[in-house]
């Protein structure tokens, strides 16, 4: 037997198809440049879609996907927050841990995102660049995000993404050289 829906309840599943649903392949194309996983990223969409049920009532109307890219980004912190691990006492056994196999360190997302989706020469030009740059790199160009909607996710100023969007199309452009074509066939 499911509970009798309130007029609450039907006004938010209302809301949440309207203003959520349209959103939530750019949410799953965000999450997965965030978590560098499919799987981790249908699972931080799945969280941010909870949250964001919870909340549509309280929202303003004004720029949805911004507003759930921010729930999305919160709930990112918040879940790696949750997996920080406990501190430990003695030092020494840091120290003298080794990986099981392989690398030390798991790669970085954007990493991943590159390496799966580019060429190889401007996967390796865009891999070459600063963390903060190669961010709005994909967000912007590769993800279509807004400058906006890219300053919310990174949580940083609409002025910060687009100096940061400059530098790194331009040293992409000198990375790979003359020898582009661009989508229109021109040569840059």
Known sequence: M????????V????????????????????ARSLTGSAVDAEDLVQESLVRAFRAVDR?????????????????????????RPTTVDDWELIHASRPAFGAAEAPAAEDVYVHEQ???????????????FRSVLVLVDVHDLSYA?????????????????????????KAIGPTLTTIRGDQS
């Not at 580019?118 to 903060?132: G, I, Q």
């Open 11 to 30: 006004a938010r599943r209302r809301a949440f198809a309207e203003v959520v649903e349209p959103e939530i392949e750019v949410m799953l194309r965000v």
């Open 149 to 173: 909607e890219a300053a919310s996710v990174l949580d940083v100023p609409v002025g910060t993404v687009m100096s940061r969007l400059s530098r790194a199309r331009e040293r992409v452009r």
């Open 2 to 9: 499911s509970p009798a829906r309130t007029p609450d309840d």
């Open 118 to 132: 580019l060429d190889a020469p401007l996967r390796d030009a865009v891999a070459a660049l600063d963390p903060r």
């Open 59 to 83: 929202f303003d109307g004004r720029h949805p996907r911004a507003w759930l890219l921010t729930i999305l980004r919160n709930t990112n912190a918040n879940l790696h927050r949750r997996r």
